[in-house]
């Protein structure tokens, strides 16, 4: 249970890897800053901890939870808001339904998923369960805009020390294929709304028979708002998938598809539905009502549907079917060769934003099932950001890999605040259930937008409110005039939604007198202008929507600094608070099981230490903590230390993990206060601690080592044990004796 107290600093529970990091790294935060007079406290934002507070009738006293969630998304509206967030899990079904299982486990009555509610209590059951799935907790905490880029010293050393970077060879046959117009970039209409406009508005769908069914009542618009509806067809997309299934086999590429089913939580976990069955189309074919019956939804993935096959009477019959099948098929991309999971097993396993990136760093290869690198096709259907993947790879075709040692950044101003653009969409995002049209109905009756479907298109509407526009557009000015950079905004005036924001950008940047200093370009042009300008070693602002946002600021950075971990996150929230995010964490469920097997944390905290600086520079900023901005300007020295002396956590058990570059920063940070003469009694509190880290690091640094080899015992993967957790993260009793 998190605290209810006004602390100075809120800082995230939530899940995976980077909470393990917190158990050993919170403590130390604590312990430092109390002697600045700053308080730490926490929210829980973690997956089993939004499930337990959605379901509290269900639990006794003892297991009742907090709504930190809803608590936190009021803070963050608050001109004193400083939060300190990690990356949570964005969940998928599959992720949602095993995290139920665990926690009933551990003895909380929480109720089954539905997967297909028919009574009215089931239905009810999963709409509560639906407000959890994907990404219920970063669009009601950014209530500001996003400033990402990568630290100085993180730039720095990555220059210094290149990672490797696979070949690219100008006849690789990696390639993006997207469908060919019906998806949503081709559909999308957008309006800016007048005054007149504004109030509750509906959405609808008419039957071909003239019927009428409400799909969302009470939906709020205001004047000035960008309101977007558009649809991609599932017809087309089934065409588009099978016809890249034989594309795949006759150039030889490993077949792969590349969504964000946890972001997009209803639009592609359906998109991610349709290739599974696209991929074993005959079976579906031939067994299509016995599957139906058994619940077999490819929606979840091809492990759940094996899953529930393997239960069926006739599942021989059924497995040597498909097992034929894949013979026929194209080589598969995998998430995990040796276990045997595809592309296609889970919906959140094959996230676009961390496997593109990936797939570009190592020069366009995939893993293939047998174990082997291939050339890829890269399957992403909807043609909205595809051609930033698209363009990167032929980029590369042509010039060959960046070199990190001489490459210049991009960094990102990303309009986000207040559920901006598709993010946003998933309450009005529906699976066309007839023929007919889907229209936007205004308070004044007009009908907004209407769109012709069939059954079974993806249809969704989404919006961008006029103050989170605003306040973007003038991050983007305060940043340029900042650094001086080339400033693009990733702007495609040929789309419905990018026209609307162009007609806020122009005045806005003409108002300001710095027209000269920016440039509109379409994403495509927008990309290769950028690798143009990082390749020649010079700097880069993208200043784009929230899905760009969140897709390249893991692209750049991971070619760039080889991970995305370590980007220096800030979102000015619009009320004058501050919330500081630690880096990516799409690759947390590998760290967690490589400890569960051998007790290694790889997780890296370097953007936690960024943001925990930034955090508190903040605080001493707006409260005035002197203090405070004595123990950033330490943090940040502590942050250098990590990277000048190759403190970071190592892959490999038996060497250097995540707990190790925890004791480094405790003792780098320690031993630059108690050098500082800024503030002498930090100075005198700090000058013994700095002393008995160093004096100590054999004991310590061996305490550590020896933790390592085993199974890490943490109690529960969505739920661990407090206690068993901090037993595997905090292994070093003379490191804890010091820092309490």
Not at 192 to 202: E, M, N, P, R, Y
Not at 510 to 534: Q, W, Y
Not at 693 to 719: F, P, R, V
Request: net charge negative.
């Amino acid at each position: 249970m998190a605290e209810n107290s006004n602390p100075d600093i809120l800082y995230t529970i939530v899940d995976e890897a980077p909470e393990l990091a917190s158990a050993s790294f919170l403590p130390i935060i604590r312990t430092f800053a109390s002697a600045a007079g700053v308080s730490v406290g926490t929210k829980d934002i973690s997956l089993a901890g939004r499930l337990l507070a959605t379901f509290p009738e269900n639990l006794t006293d003892e297991q009742r939870h907090s709504d930190d969630l809803a608590e936190l998304g009021e803070l963050v509206k608050t001109p004193g808001a400083n939060v300190i967030k990690l990356p949570n899990i964005s969940a998928s079904v599959p992720q949602l339904v095993a995290a139920v299982t665990e926690l009933q486990s551990q003895g909380y009555d929480i109720p089954n998923y539905p997967e297909d509610p028919k009574t009215d209590a089931e239905k009810a059951i999963r709409a509560r369960f639906d407000a959890i799935k994907g990404s219920a907790v970063n669009p009601v905490l950014r209530e500001g805009n996003s400033d990402r880029r990568a630290a100085k010293a993180v730039k720095n050393y990555a220059q210094k020390n290149p990672h490797r970077m696979g070949a690219w060879a100008s006849d690789s046959k990696t390639h993006v294929s997207s469908m060919l117009g019906n998806d949503f970039y081709a559909n999308e209409v957008a309006t800016t709304l007048s005054a007149d406009q504004a109030g509750s508005a509906k959405i609808e769908v008419v039957g071909k028979d003239g019927s009428v069914t409400v799909l969302k009542d009470g939906w709020t618009l205001i004047e000035g708002e960008v309101v977007d509806a558009t649809f991609m067809s599932a017809k087309a997309l089934g065409a588009f998938l099978t016809d890249e299934i034989e594309a795949s086999k006759k150039d030889g590429t490993l077949f792969s598809i590349h969504l964000k089913a946890t972001m997009m939580k209803v639009s592609d976990p359906i998109i991610f539905g349709h290739a599974v069955k696209a991929w074993l189309a005959p079976v579906f074919d031939k067994y299509g009502d016995q599957l139906a019956a058994a619940g077999v939804n490819p929606n979840s993935g091809m492990g759940d549907v094996l899953a529930r096959i393997a239960d069926m009477d006739n599942a021989a019959a059924i497995l040597a079917d498909i097992d034929a099948l894949n013979a026929e098929r194209p080589a598969m991309y995998m998430v995990n060769s040796d276990k045997g999971i595809t592309n296609l097993h889970v919906p959140s396993d094959v996230i676009i934003d961390a496997s593109m990136p990936a797939l570009i760093r190592a020069g366009g290869k995939g893993w293939g099932p047998d174990g082997k690198e291939g050339d890829t096709n890269c399957v992403i259907p909807d043609n909205c950001y595809a051609t930033v993947y698209d363009e990167a790879v032929e980029f590369f075709k042509t010039n060959g890999a960046l070199n990190p040692a001489t490459a210049g950044t991009v960094q990102n101003v990303g309009l986000m605040a207040q559920k901006a653009e598709e993010y946003g969409s998933h309450p009005t995002t529906f699976e066309a259930p007839a023929d007919g049209a889907i229209r936007i109905v205004l308070a004044n009756g007009e009908v907004l937008h209407s769109l012709d479907v069939e059954a079974g298109d993806i249809w969704r509407a989404c919006s961008a409110k006029k103050a989170p526009i605003e306040n973007w557009i003038q991050l983007a000015i305060d940043r340029q005039r900042l650094t001086g950079f080339q400033a693009i905004f990733w702007l495609d005036e040929n789309r419905g939604h990018d026209a609307e924001i162009i007609k806020y950008v122009k005045p806005a940047l003409d108002a300001a007198g710095v027209a000269d200093k920016f440039v509109i370009m379409a994403p495509r042009e927008a990309t290769r202008a950028s690798l143009e300008t990082i390749t020649a070693g010079k700097d880069s602002i993208a200043i784009t929507g929230n899905v760009l946002r969140d897709y390249l600021t893991d692209l750049f950075p991971i070619l760039e600094l080889g991970t995305s971990a370590k980007m220096l996150s800030i979102v000015k929230l619009m009320n004058g608070g501050g919330m500081f995010e630690t880096g990516a964490g799409g690759s947390a469920p590998k760290h967690v099981q490589q400890l569960l097997e051998e007790n290694h944390l790889r997780w890296d905290s370097m953007g936690e230490f960024c943001a925990l600086s930034e955090s508190l520079n903040f605080l001493a900023d707006s409260k005035g903590n002197a203090k405070a901005g004595v123990l950033a300007t330490a943090a940040e020295a502590a942050t250098q230390g990590i990277l000048d002396d190759n403190r970071s956590p190592s892959r490999k058990v038996g060497e250097p993990d995540n707990r190790d570059s925890h004791y480094w920063f405790a003792r780098y940070w320690a031993e630059a206060l108690a050098a500082q003469t800024d503030d002498a009694e930090l100075a005198a509190h700090f000058a013994p601690i700095a002393k008995q880290l160093a004096e100590k690091e054999s004991a310590i640094l061996a305490e550590l080592a020896a933790a390592q080899g085993g199974a890490g015992d943490i109690g529960g993967y969505y739920h661990p044990s407090m206690e068993l957790k901090a037993k595997v993260m905090r292994p070093s009793a003379t490191l804890n004796a010091i820092i309490g």
